[in-house]
């Protein structure tokens, strides 16, 4: 069970996962030793899964975010959901429900790479793609 210790300490891991036992501790007024425990469990019990990076994609030549919606043609839904994890400009995937198979975050260099992109789902399924224009930051106080 996860205590309301745990919640706070994985709040803040939430907007700074790189914090350090000694800060999480100030903030919560546990010691380090305690802290370090904590995770340690959190992550035995597979609460934390990972620690990630979020990475500025313009700065790295990808100006273009966008997420594509993917209604996979019958029968190639294994073969792209094998294929499509290898494709680099794939930031996140997911299988879902609903008229779409996949939803995908795509980061790329500009109009053209999005339309050689789109040009090479098309032998899998029926993209729609939809323009990232902002990202919105969520409130780590308020969420769990």
């Known amino acids: 069970m996860v205590s309301d210790l ?4 994985i709040k803040i891991l939430k907007s700074n996962s790189r914090a350090s036992f ?17 995770i340690q469990n959190l992550e035995d019990l597979g609460v ?23 209604k996979i043609f019958d029968g190639k839904l294994k073969y792209i959901i094998s294929e499509i ?9 997911f299988r879902i429900t609903g008229p779409y198979n996949i939803h995908m975050r795509v980061a ?4 053209l790479h999005l339309q050689q992109f789109i040009d090479k789902l098309i032998t899998y399924g029926s ?18």
Request: aromatic share 4%.
């Open 6 to 9: 745990d919640i706070q300490i």
């Open 48 to 70: 934390i899964k990972s620690y990630n990076i979020q990475l500025n994609h313009a700065m790295m030549g990808n100006g273009l975010e966008v997420f594509i919606m993917l």
């Open 108 to 111: 790329l260099r500009d109009q």
């Open 85 to 93: 994890t290898t494709y680099p400009e794939v930031q996140e995937v």
């Open 127 to 144: 993209p729609t793609t939809h323009l990232i224009l902002s990202e919105l930051k969520i409130d780590s106080e308020n969420s769990g």
């Open 22 to 38: 000694a800060e999480i501790g100030r903030k919560i007024a546990l010691s380090p030793s305690s802290v370090r425990e904590r």
